[in-house]
């Protein structure tokens, strides 16, 4: 029996005549975080927006909590528990952060319970607490990437997908947001991370895989020893010695 959460099964994509993916397969077990690495502009985004239905696939499947999303809205995945944190996600610049978290709260079909998920927030996220009232168009890009992540706690997320989520932060900020998103994983049931910072991503995960040119390249534990320069000669080709 096949109780994996994520079934992703030779997958294929593109945008007009420009093939992206290129028959990708991968499985993300219940409470089970998984990374993707890779150099960009290799397909990372284009398959976690396939994953949630955000762009169509051209052909293979994918299967979430037992059924095919195929015919499936990116709303209906999203009150399934599908949950997708775009990359640079975008905030209304006038709503307060609790107005904000509210706003995701009655999108996602829990209003009703909207104040409990505020609680959760702000114990994750103790920041937000105290700037619950600060327009989210004021905020530092570590503040705003909170609220993002924050939205997609409010939405209950049974499958937390984060793109880049530490993406132009200073060191310290990542540091205070990578603390968050590890108190995230103890309660969220399973992620898919997406981030440039191979060790953040290492350091968040039980399991990476590497996509290059559209197909997963290599794949591993993320707790195995994983050496920067063996990574590195799969992002850029040849060895340490070679490059150097
Ligand atoms: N809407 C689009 N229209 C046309 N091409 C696109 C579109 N979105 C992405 N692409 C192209 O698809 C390829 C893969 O992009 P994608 O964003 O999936 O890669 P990525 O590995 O996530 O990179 P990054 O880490 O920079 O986000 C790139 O060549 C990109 O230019």
């Known amino acids: 029996m ?3 959460l994520l079934t992703v099964t030779d997958l294929t994509a593109g945008y007009g005549h420009t093939k992206v993916l290129r028959g990708i ?59 997708h944190v775009p990359q640079g996600s975008r905030l209304f610049p006038q709503l ?11 999108s996602s079909g829990h209003l009703a319970t ?10 994750v996220f103790p920041r937000l607490k105290e700037r619950r009232g600060q327009l989210t168009g004021t905020l530092s890009g570590g503040e705003r ?9 409010m939405a209950r997320p049974t499958l937390l997908i984060l793109d880049e989520p530490t ?20 309660e969220v049931s399973s992620i898919i991370l997406v981030d440039g910072d191979m060790e953040l991503v290492l350091s968040l995960t039980d399991r990476y895989h590497v996509v290059l ?22 992002f850029l080709g040849g060895s340490a010695d070679e490059r150097r």
């Open 25 to 83: 397969s991968l499985r993300v077990g219940a409470a089970e975080a998984i990374g993707l690495l890779g150099p960009n502009g290799h397909g990372k985004t284009t398959l976690l927006r396939c994953v949630s239905n955000l762009h169509r696939a051209t052909s293979g499947s994918v299967a979430y909590a037992g059924s095919d999303t195929r015919g499936r809205s990116p709303r209906d995945l999203v009150r399934r528990g599908l949950i």
């Open 145 to 153: 990437q909170m609220v993002s992540l924050g939205m997609g706690l």
């Open 213 to 234: 040119h559209g197909d997963i390249v290599h794949s591993g534990a993320s707790d195995a020893t994983v050496g920067r320069d063996a990574m590195m000669s799969l």
């Open 96 to 106: 307060t952060v609790a107005e904000a978290l509210r706003l995701s709260a009655a």
């Open 167 to 186: 993406l132009g932060l200073s060191p310290k900020v990542k540091h205070e947001l990578s603390e968050c998103i590890l108190r995230i994983r103890a």
């Open 114 to 123: 909207w104040r409990d998920g505020l609680d959760h927030v702000f114990t």
């Open 2 to 4: 096949n109780d994996d």
